[in-house]
């Protein structure tokens, strides 16, 4: 598998989108040409492995244009979940919103992983009456009574995103991870807070449950405020939703995938009412450990 790995970082001055090719498990490696920095939400913990009796971890919650810097808007906390290594719901405590960042603690009462997430699942149409085109972002069960008789050219969609984070006290375990069958998710082969440098990791990803074949998966590493040109890696799944990473260096690494994948050129599906559109986005962020 080592000649087939996806290696980070390159040298500056080849930091642009990296053209590879793999054949394990399916992996196949796509190119693209470097594109500006665009804006990513994400979660940061103050630490990703934790010992010690009842430990707390803080976590910030942004969005930006370089990774893990406040400097575009907070990430708003009203979908924040918190699932214990029990599978059940934890509670977050001193939850703040500033200027450019959220941020809230977790106090770590059990042992194992916990699932640490900012979930939005909400409804945008837009729609035509006479020729004033009008745009509702709202709740599924508001929908109906929100498009108004007469309307036209309606277009429906659901959008799903979750935002999440992995922190384990102690013996990591996998209850939390457990796939809620909604949205894009990364279910654990390697377990997100097991990821050393030098070592190789597998990722799968599911939609609505079932595994994500031939998904685009976009990984970027810290430390991009001051490149010229983005360190990132894109890779697609392969027909069980899995891809494998080996990680040269250690640090933050911030993965991303988006639902469904339109090829370029391609015209936007419509939705209706009762058979809107689905979209769902996903991203994550997980430390990998020096050796």
């Not at 980070?8 to 498990?25: D, G, K, M, N, Y």
């Not at 391609?266 to 962020?285: E, F, L, N, S």
Request: proline share 6%.
């Amino acid at each position: 598998m080592k000649n087939n790995a996806v290696s980070f970082p390159l040298p500056a001055f080849l930091r642009s989108r990296t053209v590879l090719a793999a054949s394990v498990i399916g992996l196949t490696l796509t190119t693209a040409m470097p594109q500006a920095h665009a804006h990513r939400a994400w979660l940061v913990p103050s630490a990703t492995v934790m010992s010690g009796e009842q430990p707390w971890v803080t976590v910030d919650a942004a969005v930006s244009n370089d990774l893990f810097y406040f400097e575009h808007q907070p990430l708003r906390l009203d979908g924040l979940q918190v699932t214990a290594p029990d599978g059940k719901t934890a509670d977050a405590q001193n939850a703040s919103t500033g200027r450019y960042r959220s941020t809230f603690d977790v106090k770590l009462d059990q042992t194992g992983t916990y699932r640490i997430a900012v979930v939005s699942d909400g409804m945008i149409a837009s729609y035509k009456l006479g020729k004033e085109t009008k745009r509702w972002r709202g709740q599924a069960k508001d929908l109906k009574q929100a498009i108004p008789d007469g309307a036209t050219d309606v277009n429906v969609s659901r959008n799903y995103r979750r935002i999440e984070t992995f922190v384990t006290a102690g013996k990591p375990n996998t209850t939390a991870l457990a796939a809620t069958g909604v949205g894009i998710e990364m279910v654990p082969v390697t377990h997100p807070n097991d990821l050393f440098q030098g070592e190789e990791a597998t990722f799968k990803f599911v939609v609505d449950g079932k595994p994500a074949a031939g998904m685009e998966v976009e990984i970027v590493q810290e430390g991009i405020r001051y490149q010229d040109k983005l360190n990132e890696t894109i890779v697609k799944t392969d027909a069980n939703g899995q891809f494998k990473v080996t990680w040269s260096q250690p640090g933050k690494y911030w993965i991303s995938a988006d639902w469904p994948q339109r090829a370029e050129g391609a015209p936007a599906p419509v939705g209706t009412i009762d058979k809107p559109v689905q979209r769902a986005g996903y991203a994550a962020t997980v430390e990998v450990l020096p050796q």
